[in-house]
């Protein structure tokens, strides 16, 4: 092929590589463009996923560990949303969390980003899988977990007490109808 009917482009983003965050200048083929950007953004993800704090360690430990204890193992737990009396039952529980981490003696700034946490996954949960849920819950209790041993207790011990209080505040009928599998759930998987 005649190198002067070639259909090139310039192309020009940061980071270089992985050693160097300068700028990347070139003239490639069209044909590898697609390639160019791939591998641009598993760079981009890479740069992204590197940490420099150690107790994002523990808490991808964590989170995984409550995973593997939270698992759903429907069919469509990759597919489909929590039904609409688990995801009820799920926002009570995460308000019920909310309430005993408030009230823990835990560092003020590992409280607010477990309360953020929590109220963008009451936020999130009807748009989420059951999966996509379990992760962010998961989430919510490895920093719960990383905020001390006596936290993630008192979360455990206090958090059905408050949820109880919080069906009996919010109807008997949900209550008399649910909570006994709210209950039964929320203890099965703690």
Same mark, same amino acid.
């Given at each position: 092929?005649?190198?002067?009917?070639?259909?090139? *482009?310039?192309?020009?983003?940061?980071?270089? +590589?992985?050693?160097?965050?300068?700028?990347?200048? #070139?003239?490639?083929?069209?044909?590898?463009?697609? !390639?160019?950007?791939?591998? %641009?953004?598993?760079?981009?993800? $890479?740069?992204?996923?590197?940490?420099?704090?150690?107790?994002?360690?523990? !808490?991808?430990?964590?989170?995984?560990?409550?995973?593997?204890?939270?698992?759903?193992?429907?069919?469509?737990?990759?597919?489909?949303?929590?039904?609409?009396?688990?995801?009820?039952?799920?926002? %009570? %529980?995460?308000? $019920?969390?909310?309430?005993?981490?408030?009230?823990?003696? #835990?560092?003020?700034?590992?409280?607010?980003?477990?309360?953020?946490?929590?109220?963008?996954l009451k936020q999130r949960i009807p748009s989420l899988?059951?999966?996509?849920?379990?992760?962010? !819950?998961?989430?919510?209790? $490895?920093?719960?977990? /990383?905020?001390?041993?006596?936290? /993630?207790? *008192?979360?455990?011990?206090?958090?059905?007490?408050?949820?109880?209080? !919080? #069906?009996?505040?919010?109807?008997?009928?949900?209550?008399?109808d649910h909570l006994p599998q709210a209950l039964h %759930?929320?203890?099965? +998987?703690?």
């Amino acid at each position: 092929m005649d190198s002067s009917k070639r259909s090139v *482009v310039f192309v020009e983003y940061t980071p270089r +590589h992985a050693s160097d965050n300068g700028k990347y200048n #070139a003239i490639i083929e069209i044909g590898s463009v697609e !390639l160019s950007i791939y591998r %641009w953004l598993d760079l981009i993800i $890479a740069y992204y996923n590197v940490s420099l704090d150690p107790t994002d360690r523990f !808490l991808e430990t964590y989170q995984e560990e409550f995973r593997e204890e939270f698992s759903c193992l429907d069919e469509d737990a990759d597919v489909s949303p929590f039904g609409d009396v688990q995801q009820k039952l799920l926002t %009570w %529980w995460l308000e $019920a969390i909310e309430e005993v981490v408030v009230e823990t003696d #835990a560092p003020e700034d590992r409280k607010s980003a477990i309360v953020t946490d929590i109220k963008e996954l009451k936020q999130r949960i009807p748009s989420l899988t059951k999966n996509q849920t379990i992760k962010l !819950l998961s989430r919510i209790f $490895a920093k719960i977990k /990383l905020t001390g041993q006596n936290t /993630l207790i *008192v979360v455990k011990q206090e958090g059905p007490k408050v949820l109880v209080k !919080l #069906a009996i505040e919010r109807g008997v009928k949900f209550t008399q109808d649910h909570l006994p599998q709210a209950l039964h %759930w929320i203890t099965s +998987h703690l």
